[in-house]
């Protein structure tokens, strides 16, 4: 069973750094598509940046030029290098994969897309 597990939330300073990791087992083949989402409190989930496993890439525009995601497909880990971060940014990041049988030139960032989900990392940022 694949399991998806995130790590490195903590709470920063608005305008500081922080960098995510989402480790993936329980398969011998890596997701074609892997993703970022984040819940805050009262809101639906949304989609913050994807990846494909070639390393193409797509962000939404609220953290565009502010984040960068990244895999390591060998150990099978997705990181998330979020920077400048604001209180906006504050939320539960959850990492997410597909089937590794996708085909998809770029990754969506929709949530319904995605079938293996992790239990999230809690992302606060103090002003």
């Known amino acids: 069973q694949v399991k998806l597990v995130e790590s490195g939330g903590e709470t920063v300073q608005a305008g500081g750094s922080l960098k995510l990791s989402c480790a993936v087992s329980g398969t011998t083949s890596s997701s074609h598509c892997m993703a970022w989402f984040r819940q805050a409190p009262g809101k639906g989930r949304e989609g913050v940046a994807s990846?494909?496993?070639?390393?193409?890439?797509n962000y939404a525009d609220s953290v565009k030029d502010r984040f960068i995601i990244s895999r390591d497909n060998l150990k099978n880990i997705l990181y998330l290098q979020m920077n400048n971060l604001t209180l906006e940014d504050a939320a539960m990041y959850y990492c997410a994969a597909d089937s590794p049988l996708d085909r998809r030139a770029l990754c969506p960032i929709v949530p319904d897309d995605y079938n293996h989900w992790g239990q999230g990392t809690q992302v606060t940022v103090s002003s």
């Open positions: 990846i494909v496993r070639d390393g193409t890439t």
